[in-house]
Every structure is written in C-alpha cells, then in structure tokens.
C-alpha cells in the first residue's frame, strides 16, 4: 500500500511539477554560426546559452567568422562526433544542404534560429521578415512624404533579409514618386564598415539637396555605417530606417541623428522559443511548428519619448 502511495505520488509529482529542463538534460548541443561577431547574432545564442543552463545541456559554440566552406565543416564535424542536437543561427542551411541532409540521416536534429525552413531541419524560429519590411519601409516612406530618392543596403544570401527586400520592392512598385537611385550589397562581416565607404560613393556621386533622401537599411549595421559617412559629409536632409533594434541605432535615434527608425526584433524570445522546442524534441516530442515567430516592434524617436529640434 506504502509503495503504491509513493509511487503514485511520484507519478504525480512528475506530471505536474519536474522542470521541463530536466525532460532533455545532459544532452550536448551544438551552436555554430558564421557571423558571431554580428551583435543580433551574439544577442541570439548568449540567450540560448542562458536556456541552456537551465536544460543542463553542455554547448559548444563555433564561429566561422564568415567562411562558409568551414562552417558546412564544423556542421559535419557536429554530427559525427556525437552532438544530439545542431543549432544554426542566422543562415540559410540550404547553403549547407549536404551536412544538414547527412545530421538528419544519422538522427541528429537541426534547427535553425533567423533562418529558413529546410526539409532537413525540425524547426525555424524567426520573425515574419516579409512583415519586419513592410513595416520599416513604410515608415521610411512616410518620413519622406512619400515621394523622393533612396538607397538600399541589401544582404540578399540570407533568406530573411531577402524578405525583407521583397516587402521593399512592393512597396516601390506602389509608390512610383519614390526612386530608388542606389544600392549596395553588404559584404558580411565587417558590414559596418563596407556600408561606410559605400554610402561615401553614392554621397559623391549624388550630389546637392534632395539627390538622397532617404537610406533603407535591411538591418541596422548597414544603416549605423551609412549615417558614419552622412555625418562625415555634412549631408543634410536623409534620414535612415533599419531593422533589429540594435541598441547603436537605437542611441543614434535619441541623440536626432539622421536615423529615425528601427524595427526591433525579439532576438532572445526567439532563443527561448528555440531553446524551449529544442528540449521538446530531445525528449521524443516534436516542436508546435516548423516555423515560428517571434513579436517585433517598431522604435523611433516618438515611441523613445525624444523630441528634437
């Protein structure tokens, strides 16, 4: 009778109360990327790295540093050395579409955070991108009264990104008083910098008043190098719009520099999201989806309270 108490009430005690961390713990995860350096991206997995405390997973992180040749490397190397899981944050994992079909065969689970769904991978966890761009482009738009001359800052290998410059050219399609006159694919990393230099060229080569009214950014870093070279230069009427909630663009909104918008994503809710399925899946579940979304959320000077003159 003893023993049956008990054990119902261990029964119960687990149905109801043993933390979901311990459903997978002592699972080895593995956590690469290419672009570490990218802040959206070290915001990412220092948030997964917190969940995964909480799980008691061991991670280990790996930083290709933008060589793509060695991250589908580091991916295989995951997946014959006995990881239990791939997590691939901000790429495509069609770039490495060998590697992920071959973790899937040998039963390693990939899922990917800021990325793409893939017939290989259980999951995706991003933000609607397609909608991140309609939002900040039609804000751009409306600061400019919906007519002059933009640039573009554009990374179109990463899937979202691309989204993102899809949302654009929709909206330039109805909007013809508004020209784009220029753009610039971001080399990647050192993004900043390249944005830099190539907003010197298209300052040069548009010259006076009104030539540039308007920067669309497809996420921040781009548009934090564009306003580098806009002040340099002294230029006067261009205001700038990202996308990700930097917390750079966002101080360069509150001191009423050219940047005037950004919006942010839920870079650690979309870890958590991530972390959470991840510890579903280890322990023989499956994930809600095969794409989620995390909430975003448009920041500009009215919404930081900043009035400037």
Same mark, same amino acid.
């Given at each position: 009778?003893?023993?049956s108490?008990?054990?119902?009430?261990?029964a119960?005690?687990?149905?109801?109360?043993?933390s979901?961390?311990?459903l997978?713990a002592?699972e080895?995860?593995?956590?690469?990327?290419?672009?570490?350096?990218a802040i959206?991206?070290?915001?990412?997995?220092?948030?997964?790295?917190?969940?995964?405390?909480?799980?008691?997973w061991?991670?280990d992180?790996?930083?290709?540093?933008?060589?793509?040749a060695?991250?589908?490397?580091?991916?295989?190397?995951a997946?014959?050395s006995g990881?239990?899981?791939?997590?691939l944050?901000?790429v495509?994992?069609?770039?490495?579409?060998?590697?992920?079909d071959?973790?899937?065969a040998a039963g390693?689970?990939?899922?990917t955070i800021?990325?793409?769904k893939?017939?290989a991978?259980?999951l995706?966890?991003?933000?609607?991108n397609?909608?991140l761009?309609?939002t900040?482009?039609?804000?751009l738009f409306?600061?400019?009264g919906?007519?002059?001359?933009?640039?573009?800052?554009?990374?179109s290998?990463?899937p979202?990104?691309?989204?993102r410059?899809?949302?654009?050219?929709?909206?330039l399609?109805a909007?013809p008083e508004?020209?784009?006159v220029?753009?610039h694919?971001v080399a990647?990393?050192g993004?900043?910098?390249d944005?830099r230099?190539?907003m010197?060229?298209m300052?040069?080569a548009?010259?006076?008043?009104?030539?540039?009214?308007?920067?669309?950014?497809?996420?921040?870093?781009?548009?934090?190098?564009?306003n580098?070279a806009?002040?340099a230069? &002294?230029?006067?009427?261009?205001?700038? !719009? %990202?996308i990700?909630?930097?917390?750079?663009a966002?101080?360069l909104? =509150? *001191?009423?520099?050219?940047?005037?918008?950004?919006?942010?994503?839920g870079? &650690?809710?979309m870890?958590?999201?991530? !972390? %959470?399925?991840l510890?579903?899946?280890?322990?023989?579940?499956?994930? =809600? *989806?095969?794409?989620?979304?995390?909430?975003?959320?448009?920041?500009?000077?009215?919404?930081?309270?900043v009035?400037?003159?």
């Open positions: 009778m003893h023993k108490l008990a054990a119902l009430g261990l119960s005690i687990l149905a109801l109360g043993v979901q961390g311990a997978a002592g080895k995860v593995s956590v690469i990327t290419p672009f570490l350096a959206a991206t070290g915001e990412m997995i220092e948030a997964f790295k917190a969940k995964a405390t909480e799980y008691q061991t991670v992180v790996v930083d290709t540093a933008g060589d793509m060695a991250f589908a490397s580091r991916v295989e190397d997946t014959t990881a239990n899981a791939i997590v944050v901000s495509d994992p069609a770039q490495i579409q060998d590697q992920v071959k973790a899937k390693v689970p990939v899922i800021d990325g793409a893939n017939a991978t259980v995706n966890v991003t933000s609607d397609y909608v761009g309609e900040m482009t039609k804000f409306d600061q400019i919906n007519k002059g001359n933009i640039v573009r800052f554009f990374y290998a990463h979202g990104v691309h989204q410059e899809l949302a654009l050219d929709a909206a399609k909007n508004i020209k784009q220029a753009d694919y990647v990393p993004q900043i910098d944005s230099a190539a010197d060229a300052l040069l548009n010259p006076g008043d009104g030539a540039i009214n308007a920067v669309w950014a497809a996420w921040d870093e781009p548009g934090i190098g564009a580098l806009i002040e230069a &002294g230029r006067k009427g261009i205001v700038i !719009a %990202g990700d909630g930097n917390p750079q966002i101080d909104i =509150k *001191a009423c520099t050219a940047y005037v918008g950004t919006v942010r994503q870079f &650690g809710e870890a958590n999201i991530a !972390a %959470g399925e510890n579903t899946i280890l322990a023989g579940g499956s994930p =809600k *989806a095969d794409e989620l979304y995390a909430p975003v959320e448009l920041i500009t000077r009215e919404s930081l309270g009035s400037c003159p």
